[in-house]
């Protein structure tokens, strides 16, 4: 019995003693950056039975810092369901962000108040309001360009009439070398043109002095076209530079250089002053005057992971003092990739504000000679996947990366342009069929407001161009003809539309309801309430319109409600509902002696829902109306 004991803890010591030389072997590659070869050794030794927190939280960071955040929430998640772990801040976050990732926005925000909790101050948002960034959708087609490939492609830069891009595909110009952190290729910079407004020429790689053996990416052109700066590992003059990372970590960390051009060739490439051999400094950016170049970095000052700085350029290759741009763009998150519009604006990637989880591109407006707080740019242009690296030209088209689920590659270059449909409308007299020439067409948006929008004839046809996704609502007026107000669905496609008009029946006889003359809804209010709602707004300024055609005509306004609530109560709610219609077609223009108010409460329901019968909110609401009676007409 002694030497079965005896054996089994020799066994048991063997077994230990391989799982932590295994872990070892994971930890030195893990510190490399070599993540998807840790990953493979840690999930190895997680397999066979032997796991700890510390190895839980770097399965979980190696998937993070890679980028795959769904299997990054799992790993978290188990991390959290150890009893005994000791978990520091940071994983809060991480977790949080992991878990926006997988949209489950609900846990998310109860792990960063965790966070801000843990670190004793609220530095970043705690409640995830998906609202609040639906609020700033903007209506943008966006579409995958043919400059993808199953490779990382990403950070395009305009120069001249081209894009020049970063990518780790394969081709013949230079010999790759393997990234350990990715298991990609190096990425080099490549150029390609705008043959048509959907494609691009096939690439071709930006060649020496400025692709090297290691990673090139993210530049930016000066207007003229005769400077560039972009990030590169540190590598000068075939040399490669050893660095000592934040933690002393022997690696090999990014920096920018500037290049000019020299007779068709980019030449005197030089180190920026301003890097370092202990932190990155990498995706430089333009203003918009070329004096002033924006950078992301993990310098010393960092509020997290990367935040934007910017340096003044001086004449003489001198550069001012980096200057961080505050906690009004970064946070202990992720800001990197920053880009300057013609308007002056900041546009910049971000996982510290409010997003949908990943990196997402946010505006920063650039007023009162600072950046103001940060918009995010909304769906479609960010997704819960990584998306960066937004440029633009003119303001509504542009490109960015995005490591979006159904991309070709890694990364994936997308274009973006406003989505508009034409609407095609043809108006014709409903029973001759004839076209009736120069109707009043008006765009309302859903709150009634007048859009401003271009009507072109053309063939019998009025065509207006509008944002497609929304809701809109078409007016058609004619003075010899009643007036038609239509809902606009949402649209993603061009249509044609017919509007038929009837001409308009006189004369008004004393007692006419305007309502059923003129095709006019019935002015619904919502429940104990006397305010006027946006859609009855709408259909009150058509009585209004009614009333300031026929200057000598006198209206009755008569409120209703319906049955719930007490008689007293009804008749007080529907007299104040007759007065706030009163008034606002007083405040719109209609003399106050051609209009009487009255409320007549629950005593003149249009259906059977009195007191004690149980109907539906919609039946309900059928009651509550106001009405509009000739009482005067000359």
């Known amino acids: 019995m002694k030497k079965i004991f005896l054996l089994l803890t020799s066994f048991f010591c063997l077994y230990t003693v391989a799982q932590r030389s295994a872990i070892a072997i994971a930890d030195k590659k893990y510190e490399k950056y070599a993540y998807i070869d840790a990953i493979k050794i840690y999930e190895k030794v997680v397999e066979k039975g032997y796991k700890s927190p510390d190895l839980i939280k770097k399965i979980g960071n190696a998937y993070y810092f890679n980028g795959n955040l769904q299997k990054a929430a799992l790993w978290y998640k188990t991390l959290f369901d150890e009893p005994q772990s000791q978990i520091e801040p940071e994983y809060y976050y991480r977790y949080a962000q992991t878990l926006k990732r997988v949209e489950n926005y609900k846990e998310a925000s109860y792990y960063l108040q965790l966070y801000n909790e843990k670190i004793g101050t609220n530095v970043t948002d705690s409640l995830f309001n998906f609202n609040s960034i639906a609020t700033h959708k903007n209506s943008f087609i966006v579409e995958s360009t043919n400059l993808n490939t199953p490779y990382y492609d990403f950070g395009p830069t305009y120069y001249k009439e081209d894009i020049v ?12 070398k393997t990234h350990q952190w990715t298991k990609q290729n190096f990425t080099d910079l490549y150029k390609a ?25 993210t530049a930016v052109f000066t207007k003229d076209g005769k400077t560039m700066y972009f990030t590169r590992n540190n590598y000068l003059e075939g040399k490669k530079g050893r660095d000592k990372g934040k933690n002393n970590e022997n690696t090999t960390l990014l920096k920018i250089y500037k290049a000019s051009l020299s007779n068709g060739i980019w030449t005197n490439i030089k180190e920026l002053p301003f890097n370092s051999d202990h932190f990155n400094t990498a995706h430089p950016a333009l203003s918009v005057d070329e004096k002033t170049l924006y950078f992301a970095s993990d310098r010393p000052g960092t509020l997290g992971g990367a935040d934007i700085f910017k340096v003044a350029i001086k004449d003489n290759n001198q550069y001012g003092k980096v200057e961080h741009l505050g906690n009004i763009i970064n946070t202990v998150g992720r800001e990197s990739f920053p880009y300057i519009a013609p308007n002056g604006n900041l546009y910049f990637a971000s996982d510290g504000h409010l997003g949908y989880g990943g990196l997402d591109i946010f505006e920063s407006n650039y007023e009162n000679s600072a950046f103001q707080k940060p918009i995010n740019m909304g769906k479609p242009i960010n997704s819960v996947s990584d998306d960066f690296g937004f440029i633009t030209k003119d303001l509504k088209t542009g490109y960015f990366t995005s490591n979006r689920t159904a991309g070709l590659g890694y990364d994936d270059i997308y274009e973006f342009r406003p989505c508009q449909v034409t609407f095609n409308l043809q108006i014709t007299d409903s029973k001759t069929q004839e076209t009736i020439l120069n109707p009043k067409i008006t765009l309302l948006d859903e709150e009634g407001n007048l859009i401003h929008t271009e009507v072109t004839y053309k063939e019998g046809f009025y065509w207006i161009e509008m944002e497609c996704q929304k809701k809109y609502f078409l007016r058609t007026e004619h003075p010899e003809y009643e007036t038609v107000e239509q809902p606009i669905e949402p649209l993603n496609t061009s249509i044609s539309k017919e509007i038929q008009l009837q001409r308009t029946i006189f004369p008004f006889e004393i007692g006419t309801d305007l309502a059923k003359v003129f095709d006019i809804s019935i002015i619904y209010f919502d429940l104990d309430k006397s305010n006027i709602r946006p859609d009855a707004a709408r259909d009150i300024q058509k009585v209004i319109e009614v009333m300031k055609e026929y200057p000598k005509m006198h209206v009755a306004i008569r409120s209703h409600t319906d049955s719930r609530q007490t008689h007293k109560y009804n008749e007080g709610l529907s007299d104040r509902r007759a007065k706030s219609t009163f008034a606002f077609m007083v405040a719109n223009g209609i003399e106050a002696e051609r209009l009487t108010a009255q409320g007549f409460g629950e005593v003149e329901l249009v259906n059977e829902c009195a007191d004690g019968v149980y109907c539906s909110e919609e039946d309900h609401q059928k009651n509550r109306r106001s009405e509009f009676i000739v009482t005067k007409v000359e």
Do not use: G
């Open 165 to 176: 891009f970063a990518s780790s595909r394969s081709d013949l110009v230079l010999v790759k």
């Open 193 to 217: 043109s705008k043959q048509n407004d959907t494609l691009f020429s096939q690439p071709i790689n930006f060649a020496s002095p400025i692709n090297s053996p290691f990673n090139e990416s």
